[in-house]
């Protein structure tokens, strides 16, 4: 139960007062995300029970105190971040000695990082980032290979200024993330970076490293993630890194590497973000293109020669691709049109010939595309009418011709777009389109000769056999109903899913809701399925059953788990779905030996907008689903989700866009105007999202006891972003590794932001799925991206 009104905004202003040197027994100080201004009291760090301070982000400034007698604390965490403090490190720092965690980045701090911190056994994580600071040839690293239980190094932005020394291999072998980006770091990389086994993060981008990426790289079994970009690194890319299974971004850009990306590329399937822009690469191998999990591909600026294969088509997860300033050549292949995520594309100055695909139209997720500076012909296609977010379009210096067309994202374009093309016209700014051409109207003269000729008789015979192709026609197209039964196996007999089921025994049960119960059972034939019983005594339970069969008959997608048979006898009604070894996202977030991370979470979140987006957008009847709940979103094997249980859908006519019902949903997740007056619309699912969204990122159920009238999730939420979103953060989720801490954080805020527009009071202000999809999808790049 909460008492008082801890969720209120809080600021505090002014100095830090002396005072605080005498609370004694003063163990834990947190005072960050504040307007503190002064330097803190040289008293504070006299207190010795003292063991965790964080005055990160305020507006302190001065100096830490520097002569002997401070320090002697029980400090284990001193977060400064953010702050103006200045003056040197101080080396008695170390004689607070059970020091784990120590931040000073975003300050002034100025001189010699000091080579006592080395002194600090315990010590996890030192952030010293952007300030000032210096170390002559390194010495830091000599004398931090004593701390043998480093995590997380990071210096970046200060003024090193040195080569990074051999007996970098000396460094613990704990060390997870090791980031020094921006240091005037010159000279090659050394071997010894090799001997950091449990490297999970190596940045060292903006510095002045040359000579090749060092092959004891690929020693590094669990890297993921590669930043050498802006460096004078040459030479070839080391065929070995195809060999590490965790490595997941690789950025190169801004180098000299040459030559070949190694053909075995395709076997490095962890592989999401590939920066390579500015470089001298020659060649994109076949096997690239087979990467269907990759998200971003940049190799503009390169000396790529050759064609776009087809298989272009099967980087199905892909953003973002851009391979402009290159020598490509051939034609833009049509499967282009199969990247439905790509939001943005450029394939400007190459040498790129024939027409711009009709598929294009299909890419429903495009933002930006940049087609200039090649030699394309043929018209630009009407189909790109349809890309409602295309924001960003150049299509200048081709050889475009005919209409350019002036519907949808056209209305927006300006001549910029177009360019040095000397035969387009019409669109909203170019010179009109000359009215119906010598040759039509040549053509229909002659057609009209021709019938009037062949007169009366042959216009009978026409209408004879248009009516025999009519009559065929109707017989051969089958209607949706029988086209959903030749794709499923026969019914399923009672009697084989009591087997199956052992008798519909304890042991089996999945779950039970509503309107019945769910059995796990093994069929005859070995296939595992989930089984759907409906409790047919339970008022509404055939209702729902058939609600169910209605959607899931005619509904496909990917997000949608899959009716594979059902059972239908008078008294007993079962469907029969693809069983989900993974459970539902509600035993993930609220059980103690499992556990998502921020990608998987987000991961499910977009599997589920999909989904909704499907069922409210993309299907010819609009589709409610009006109970959307984390017990009824399933995780497949590989944790994908996918949206269940539509009992409770209701499938709205044409020009529909209300219904009323009685049927009450799951408390918590019901939006007001459903809870109050019963009406159902896409948008009550999109507020049932938004709960799902929150209660995902903080792991609190709506209907937790500590939300009550006075305080409701959405207030709750509402009163911690974007302030203080750690306050209502899951911890679990920040917990296992402490890393990228702020990126969390922003990556939570950005969607608990997302969830606050999906639950608006008012039905309108909320947000439609296809933008809440776009703007998930938006936040996770920003989140994959740094
Ligand atoms: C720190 O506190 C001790 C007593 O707890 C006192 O003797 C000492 O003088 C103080 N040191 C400084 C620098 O104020
Ligand atoms: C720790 O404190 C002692 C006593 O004040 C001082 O002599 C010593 O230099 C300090 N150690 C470090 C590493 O500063
Ligand atoms: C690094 O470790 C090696 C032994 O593993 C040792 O010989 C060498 O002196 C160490 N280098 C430094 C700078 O500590
Ligand atoms: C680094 O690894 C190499 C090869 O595995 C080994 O010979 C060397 O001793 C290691 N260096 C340190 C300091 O552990
Ligand atoms: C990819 O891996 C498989 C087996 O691990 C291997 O047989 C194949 O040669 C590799 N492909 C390339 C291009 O290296
Ligand atoms: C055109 O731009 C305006 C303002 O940027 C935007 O509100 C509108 O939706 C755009 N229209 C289309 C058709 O994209
Ligand atoms: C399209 O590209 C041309 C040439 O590169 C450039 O001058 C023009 O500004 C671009 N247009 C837009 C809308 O970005």
Redesign the pocket.
């Known amino acids: 139960m909460v008492i008082g009104v801890p969720f209120v905004l809080h600021v505090i202003i002014g100095v830090i007062p002396r005072e605080i040197g005498n609370l004694h027994k003063l163990e834990i100080l947190y005072l960050q995300f504040n307007q503190l201004s002064g330097s803190i009291p040289?008293?504070l760090f006299?207190i010795?029970t003292l063991a965790e301070v964080s005055i990160a982000r305020n507006s302190l400034s001065g100096s830490l105190p520097s002569?002997s007698?401070?320090w002697r604390t029980n400090l284990e965490l001193l977060n400064l971040a953010g702050n103006n403090i200045g003056g040197v490190i101080p080396t008695s720092i170390s004689n607070s000695s059970f020091l784990k965690r120590l931040y000073l980045n975003y300050n002034k701090f100025s001189g010699q990082i000091p080579n006592s911190l080395g002194d600090l056994r315990h010590l996890e994580v030192l952030v010293l980032s952007n300030n000032s600071l210096s170390s002559p040839h390194l010495s830091i690293f000599a004398s931090l290979a004593s701390c043998t239980s480093l995590i997380e190094i990071k210096l970046e932005n200060n003024p090193l200024n040195a080569a990074l020394p051999e007996y970098i291999a000396n460094l613990s072998t704990s060390i997870i993330n090791f980031y020094l980006d921006r240091c005037d770091i010159r000279g090659q990389i050394p071997l010894g970076i090799g001997n950091l086994s449990n490297l999970n993060t190596l940045s060292l981008s903006r510095n002045d490293l040359t000579g090749s990426v060092p092959t004891t790289l690929c020693n590094l079994h669990i890297l993921q993630r590669v930043n050498l970009a802006y460096n004078r690194l040459s030479r070839p890319l080391p065929e070995c890194l195809c060999k590490l299974p965790e490595l997941g971004l690789v950025d190169l850009s801004y180098n000299r590497i040459s030559g070949f990306i190694p053909s075995c590329i395709g076997n490095a399937t962890s592989l999401r973000n590939i920066y390579l822009n500015s470089n001298r690469i020659t060649n994109i191998p076949m096997s690239l293109w087979s990467l269907k999990d990759l998200l971003v591909l940049h190799l503009s600026n390169n000396s790529l020669v050759g064609s776009i294969p087809p298989e272009l088509g099967k980087l199905k997860a892909i953003t973002s691709i851009i391979l402009s300033r290159n020598h490509l050549s051939g034609s833009i292949p049509s499967t282009v049109g199969d990247l439905q995520n790509l939001l943005y594309l450029s394939l400007a100055f190459n040498e790129l010939q024939g027409s711009i695909p009709d598929s294009l139209g299909k890419m429903i997720s495009l933002e930006s595309a940049n087609l200039s500076n090649n030699i394309l012909s043929g018209t630009i296609p009407k189909s790109l009418e349809s890309l409602r977010y295309l924001k960003n379009f150049n299509v200048s210096f081709n050889r475009l011709e005919g209409e350019i067309p002036s519907e949808g994202p056209f209305l927006n374009f300006t001549s910029q777009s177009f360019m040095g093309n000397e035969e387009l016209c019409g669109g909203l700014l170019f010179r009109p389109c000359m009215t119906r051409s010598f040759h039509h109207s040549r053509r229909s003269k002659l057609l009209l000769i021709i019938l009037v000729s062949l007169g009366a008789a042959v216009m009978v015979l026409g209408s004879i056999i248009v009516f025999m192709l009519r009559r065929r026609r109707n017989r051969n197209i089958p209607t949706q109903a029988e086209s959903f039964a030749t794709t499923t196996p026969a019914r399923i007999s009672y009697i084989e899913i009591e087997r199956a089921t052992q008798g519909f025994d304890q042991c089996n049960l999945l779950g039970s809701g509503g309107f019945g119960t769910v059995y796990k059972g093994m069929f005859a034939n070995g296939m595992t399925l989930a089984i759907k019983v409906f409790n047919l005594q339970i008022e509404g339970a055939l209702k729902s059953f058939d609600a169910e069969c209605e959607v899931l008959r005619n509904l496909r997608h990917r997000n949608l788990t899959k009716v594979i048979s059902s059972c239908t006898n008078l008294d007993f009604k079962a469907l029969l779905l693809e069983y989900m070894p993974n459970g539902s996202l509600e035993q993930w977030l609220h059980s103690d030996d499992r556990f998502l991370n921020m990608i998987q979470r987000l991961d499910i979140m977009i599997d589920v907008a999909f989904a909704l987006e499907y069922l409210h957008h993309g299907y010819e009847t609009v589709v409610v689903h009006s109970d959307l709940k984390p017990s009824n979103v399933l995780l497949d094997e590989k944790l994908v989700g996918y949206v269940s249980d539509f009992g409770l859908t209701k499938l709205l006519g044409e020009g529909e866009s209300i219904a009323h019902t009685k049927t009450l949903a799951t408390m918590g997740y019901i939006a007001p105007e459903y809870g109050s007056v019963g009406l159902v619309s896409r948008r009550c699912d999109v507020y049932s999202y938004g709960i799902m969204l929150m209660e995902t990122f903080t792991r609190k159920r709506p209907y937790d006891e500590m939300f009550d009238e006075n305080l409701s999730m959405r207030s709750w939420v509402c009163n911690s972003v974007p302030a203080m979103p750690e306050d209502i953060i899951d911890v679990t989720l920040m917990e296992p590794e402490k890393t990228h801490f702020q990126e969390k954080l922003h990556c939570v805020s950005s969607i608990l932001e997302l969830a606050l527009h999906c639950t608006t009071e008012s039905p309108n202000e909320r947000l439609n799925m296809i933008e809440v999809l776009a703007n998930i999808k938006k936040i996770k790049l920003e989140f994959l991206c740094k």
């Open positions: 040289e008293e006299n010795s002569s007698g401070y």
